[in-house]
């Protein structure tokens, strides 16, 4: 009866969720515009942002194009690309409809990260014509942010606008979610008491995000052979017939090196001891049980992450014995979730002028977000920071500026206290930009 009335609360908040949201989307016409930075005191100012002054800039840059960083907002601008096959749960449902998640991208970056965002759908599902896209795009973004592409052509895109590109490119589902959940994973071992090097670790879900949670966290220093992967047809090991190093390289590659026990069977074989359990597979409660975590060593960690409805109840998880449940909703506690690390890692990349963002930039990320929140106090269902501790945004963002800086990734040297006062001075505007309009009732409240 607990668990029938706890789900029958969330439905009617998620009723009325959905209402507000369609509601108000319509209301404000959209949730994205673009303002000016500059003064505008009368129309003769406009002979200096416009004609005939702005010729004196562009021969600048003419001559020296690294002077677009200094005479363009370039440096602060970033393109969401999407091609809206796999956005949030809702799957393969197209440009057009992909629109308001990249618009809500869009306003995360710029009130978290003082970024400013530019959604960008696109009429294309050829990883190659995505490829152009982003090529055709860099001379005005100083980073392109992947959003919402699917598996496996996402890892293959990224991949080669790492290596093409002279700016960054991030793909959220992969190295965001990645990030924070290596963040959340350092401080429930510390909760815990057990280390990265001993555990046992399942992800159910072979997707871009397990993929690339399990590649972070063996560079992290998890070991290879302790990790299990479960993907749609059972445990990955090394005599899967259906494995093509073609079609999905990655997995080949981390059957190779992962599940040293060559373990065969499903997601509640490979649950059977493990440690912790990080889920990001398919939406809704039933992916995992409580039967299987009582079959989990002591103490585990439940993360099951997927969004909207995560794979199993945060109380159900804990009936089955979890020590640590976490999810990627902002309603429950220990939201893991990709807010918490993009709007940093980007904020700090531009204002070094990275040429692109590491492995090493994600963990420093990673590794400063879970600093943070020992610092204000660990619990049993306090992980990880929340959204509204923003001056965590700056730390995170100096911490990956000066491992920029460390790997001669970077434009611009900047110690670590210029790289932090950057960040929350431009975040701070940001915020107080928004709380000013709102004020002012230039952004009008709606009922």
Known sequence: MEVAATNKEYNIR????????????????????VTPKCRIKSMDDFSIWYTPGVSAP????????SKVFVHTNRGNFVAIISDGTRVLGLGDIGPEAALPVMEGKAILFKYLGGVDAFPICIRTKDPDEIIKVCKWLEPTFGGINLEDIEAPKCFYILKRLRKELNIPVWHDDQQGTASATLAGLINALNVVGKTKEEVHTTLIGAGAANITICKLMIK???????????????IIHRDRPDLNSVVNPSKCELAMITNKDNRMGDATEAMKDADICIALSK?????????????????????????????????????????????????????VNNILVFPAMFRG???????????EMCISGAEELARYARVKGLSENCILPTVEDWEVFPCVASEVAIKAVEQGMARNNLTKDEAYQKAFN????????????????????MA
């Open 283 to 335: 939406p809704g409660p039933g992916m995992v049980t409580r039967k299987m975590i009582s079959s989990m060593a002591s103490d585990p960690v439940v993360f099951a992450c997927a969004n909207p409805r995560p794979e199993i109840w945060p109380w159900e998880a804990k009936k089955g014995g979890a020590r640590i449940v976490a999810t990627g909703r902002s309603d429950f506690p220990n939201q």
């Open 14 to 33: 998620s009723d009325k969720t959905d209402a507000d949201a369609r509601r108000l989307h319509s209301d404000y016409n959209g949730k994205l515009e």
């Open 58 to 65: 562009c021969l600048d840059i003419e001559k020296d194009p």
């Open 220 to 234: 992290y220093g998890f070991t290879p052979g302790n990790i299990t992967l479960v993907d749609s047809k059972g």
């Open 349 to 359: 990349a531009l204002d070094v002028g990275a040429r692109s963002i590491t492995d």
């Open 426 to 445: 431009l975040i701070e505007r940001s915020r107080k930009e928004t709380n000013t309009l709102m004020d002012s009732g230039v952004i009008p409240a």
